[in-house]
C-alpha cells in the first residue's frame, strides 16, 4: 500500500529513531511510504489542556496535508486517538462543515501502526528478530481510545528470539497525561513510582509500548533512577531483524 | 463541602494532593482497600454475558430522566402526596437545611439517626443541625468512625477507607468504648459500634436519609446498604426525613431491573447488596408515620442546562470510578475538598459550585479513561473532563501565561517553516540544561517533570531531517547508477 506516514511532532523532535524504524518497517513488509514534509503537530496537547478553539487550525492542517493519503499511518496510539476521538468534535466546534465533511472522510483512513499491521494488512509476523527480555506496557490510549486490544502483545509474541513477559497491571496509567505530568507532578511521579516497580519486577532490561510519550515518562523515571532497563517503541523492535 | 455558604476557592489539587501522597499509611490503606473491592467488581461483572446491555439501558434511562425532569419530578411529587408524605423544595443547601431543621423540631426531636447520605453532607446538615442545638448520630460504621474523629469523608461508599483497624481501634478507645478492652479485631469493633448504635436507634424519635431512587411513577424511595443500619432508621421512629437530589429520579418502578443489577455489582462487588430497603409513603401501623421528602436543587438545574456537563447527574453514586482511578487511589478522597471526590467528584463539584471555584479538579486526571470504561451508567468522565478544560481557560482570559504559551506553540505548529525553525532553536537551547546527554533540571512549571524525572534531549537530527539527508543519497545513488550506465 502507499502508506502517508504521520510521524508525529512529538517523534520527529525527539525520537527519530522510532520514524526511521516505521519507515524500514513498512518498506520492509513491501509497502511504499511517503512523508508529507508539511505535516506538524495533530493538537493534541492544545486539545487536552483546554485550549480547543486553539487546535482547529492544527486539525484543519492535518487535513490538508493528508486528505489524499491512501492510508495514514502514526507510530502513536495517543496521536491517532487525538484524530479518531476528538477531531469530529473539533470540527463541530469550528461549526465549518467542509472541515466536518473532511474528518468524517479521513478518519477512516488513520491507523496507529499496529493496527495497520494486524488489522489492514492481516500480518502479524512481521519477520522480527530481537533476542532480549521485553515486557509490554498497554498504554491508555491504545486499550481505552483505540481498542488495540491485543494486537500489539501478538505482534510481540511472534518476533524470534524474544522472551516476552508480562507487565504486572498492565492496564493502569503510567502517571505521564500530557500536561498533568507538569500540572500535578507529585501524582503523576507516584504514579510513575509503581509502574517503575512493576516494570523491575518482570526482571525485564526492555519496556516496549506504542507511544513514545509515556515511554519518555517511564524511561525518565528508570533512567533517573539508574535502573538499567531501556524503553523502546513497539517499532523499533519490529523493524529489528536477524540481519541487524 | 459543597455549600454555597462557602464562597471562596476550594484548595487547589496539587497542593492538596502533595500532602496526601507523602502519607504512607494512607497510601497503603487506599492501595488495599481499592485494589480489593476493584477485582471483587471486576470478577462480578465479568460474570454477566449482558453488562453492556446493562449499562446502555442505566444510561438511556438517565438521559431520559434528565431530558424530562420537569415532568418526573411533578410526577412523583404527586405520587408521594398519593401515597401520604409531604413533599419539599429546596433551592439550595440553606433552604434544605432551614426545612429539615423545621421538621425536626415540630417532631419535637433533639436527637436524629441518619443513615449514610452524601447528599446530606453535601449541604452540610450535621452542622446546621447543631446550631439548633440537634445531634445528628451517622449509623453507618464508616460515617460514625469519621464523625467521631471529626473528619470528613474520603470515599462515597467507604468514608472511612483513609482509616485501618488500629487507627480505629485508638478512635473508639477514645470516645465510644471508653472503658472496653477492645482489640483491633474487625468483629470486636464491629461489636462495639453496634452496642452503641443499638441504643441510638431504639431511642431515637426522628431519622433522616438520603435516597439512591425516587419513582416517579409510584412515590417509592429506595435506600441501598450493607449494614441493617438503614433499615433501622427507615422503620423504627415515627418520622423519617428524606434528602434526595433531583436528579436521583426513575420513571418506573420497572426501572429497579436495571439499576439493582449495575449498582452492588459496581459499588462493593457483590451481586445483591445485604439491604435494599423500599418504601412508598406511609402504612398506617408499620414504620415511620410522618414522611417528608426534601427535593433538592443547589445547582444541579445549573448543570442540566449544559448539554455535555449534564451525564455528570447520571451518577448513581457507585464509587467504581473512585477504585479504578490511579489518581484517586493514590490521593484518596481529601485532596478533592469535595463530599464527591475521584473521577466523578473531578466533574461534578465544579459544576455544583461554579468553575471558577474549582479551577484545578478538571486537571486533576491523567486522561486515562478508566473510569468511563468502569462506569454503570456510561458517563463519558474524559469527555466532560475535556469540556471543563475548554470552560476554564475561556474563563482564564487571553492574558494568562499559559494561554499565551499555547497560542504562540500553535503559531509556531501551524507553519512547517516555523515549527522546522523551533525543532533547530530547541536543540541549541537545551544545552543549559544538558548534563551527561539527558537534561535533568528545567526552570519555571517544567521542573515539574526534572525533579524526578529525567527527560530525552533532542538528538542531533530530527526524523524530517533524516528523511531528506535519505532522499538525497537516494538521489546521488541513482544519478550514480545513471552515470555508470552512461560511461
Known sequence: MRVALFITCFNDTLFPDVGIATTRLLERLGHTVQFPQAQTCCGQMHYNTGYQRESIPLVRHFVEVFGDAEVVVAPSASCVGMVRELYPKAAALSGDERLITAVRDLVPRVDELGEFLVKRTGIVDVGAYFPHRVTYHATCHSLRVLHVGDIPWRLLQAVKGIDLVELPNVRECCGFGGTFAVKNADTSVAMLGDKVRSVLDTGAEVVCAADTSCLMHIGGGLHRLRAGVRTIHLAEILANTEED | ?487
Open chain 2, 1 to 487: 463541602m459543597v455549600a454555597p455558604a462557602h464562597v471562596g476557592p476550594l484548595p487547589a489539587f496539587p497542593e492538596a494532593a502533595k500532602t496526601a501522597l507523602a502519607d504512607t499509611q494512607l497510601r497503603r490503606n487506599l492501595a488495599k482497600a481499592t485494589t480489593t473491592i476493584r477485582s471483587k467488581r471486576g470478577n462480578v461483572v465479568g460474570e454477566l454475558p449482558d453488562w453492556e446491555e446493562l449499562r446502555a439501558a442505566g444510561a438511556a434511562i438517565k438521559a431520559d430522566v434528565m431530558r424530562h425532569l420537569d415532568r418526573y419530578l411533578l410526577q412523583l411529587e404527586e405520587s408521594v402526596i398519593h401515597a401520604g408524605g409531604q413533599v419539599h423544595w429546596a433551592r439550595d443547601a440553606v433552604e434544605a437545611n432551614a426545612i429539615i431543621t423545621g421538621l425536626v423540631q415540630a417532631a419535637g426531636a433533639e436527637r436524629v439517626v441518619k443513615v449514610k447520605s452524601l447528599t446530606t453532607d453535601e449541604i452540610g446538615l450535621n452542622a446546621a443541625l447543631r446550631r439548633a442545638g440537634i445531634t445528628a448520630v451517622e449509623t453507618d460504621l464508616a460515617e460514625l468512625i469519621i464523625q467521631l474523629a471529626d473528619e470528613s469523608s474520603s470515599h462515597i461508599l467507604v468514608p472511612a477507607i483513609h482509616k485501618n483497624r488500629s487507627e480505629i481501634r485508638d478512635l473508639f478507645r477514645r470516645t465510644i468504648a471508653r472503658d472496653e478492652d477492645l482489640s483491633d479485631e474487625p468483629q470486636q469493633l464491629t461489636a462495639a459500634a453496634r452496642r452503641y448504635l443499638r441504643a441510638q436507634f431504639l431511642a431515637a424519635e426522628v431519622a433522616i436519609s438520603g435516597a439512591n431512587f425516587g419513582v416517579a411513577e409510584t412515590g417509592t424511595v429506595a435506600v441501598v446498604e450493607s449494614e441493617g443500619n438503614g433499615r433501622m432508621c427507615l422503620t423504627l421512629p415515627r418520622t423519617l426525613i428524606t434528602v434526595m437530589g433531583i436528579e436521583k429520579i426513575i420513571p418506573t418502578f420497572q426501572d429497579f431491573e436495571v439499576f439493582l443489577q449495575l449498582l452492588p455489582r459496581s459499588s462493593t462487588g457483590e451481586r445483591m447488596n445485604p439491604y435494599t430497603s423500599l418504601w412508598t409513603g406511609v402504612t398506617p401501623g408499620d414504620g415511620p408515620q410522618t414522611f417528608h421528602l426534601v427535593l433538592l436543587d443547589n445547582g444541579r438545574t445549573q448543570v442540566l442546562a449544559d448539554e455535555v456537563g449534564r451525564q455528570a447527574l447520571h451518577c448513581i453514586r457507585c464509587s467504581a470510578c473512585l477504585n479504578i482511578c490511579p489518581v484517586y487511589s493514590r490521593t484518596g478522597g481529601h485532596a478533592y475538598g469535595s463530599v464527591y471526590p475521584g473521577p466523578i467528584g473531578a466533574i461534578l463539584t465544579p459544576q455544583l459550585v461554579g468553575i471558577e471555584r474549582a479551577k484545578t479538579l478538571p486537571y486533576a486526571s491523567s486522561l486515562c479513561g478508566a473510569c468511563y470504561e468502569v462506569c454503570p451508567v456510561k458517563i463519558n468522565i474524559p469527555d466532560v473532563l475535556l469540556h471543563l478544560r475548554g470552560q476554564i481557560t475561556a474563563h482564564a482570559g487571553a492574558l494568562n501565561p499559559e494561554a499565551i504559551v499555547m497560542r504562540q506553540l500553535a503559531a509556531i505548529f501551524a507553519s512547517p517553516k516555523r515549527y522546522e525553525r523551533a525543532q533547530k532553536l530547541g536543540r541549541q537551547g537545551q544545552r543549559v540544561f544538558m548534563h551527561d546527554g539527558v537534561i535533568d533540571h528545567l526552570p519555571g512549571m517544567l521542573a515539574g517533570w526534572t525533579h524526578a524525572r529525567d527527560l530525552q534531549a533532542l538528538p542531533n537530527q530530527t526524523f524530517r531531517e533524516w528523511w531528506r539527508q535519505r532522499q538525497r543519497e537516494n538521489e546521488r545513488a541513482s544519478e550514480g547508477g545513471r552515470e555508470k550506465e552512461i560511461g
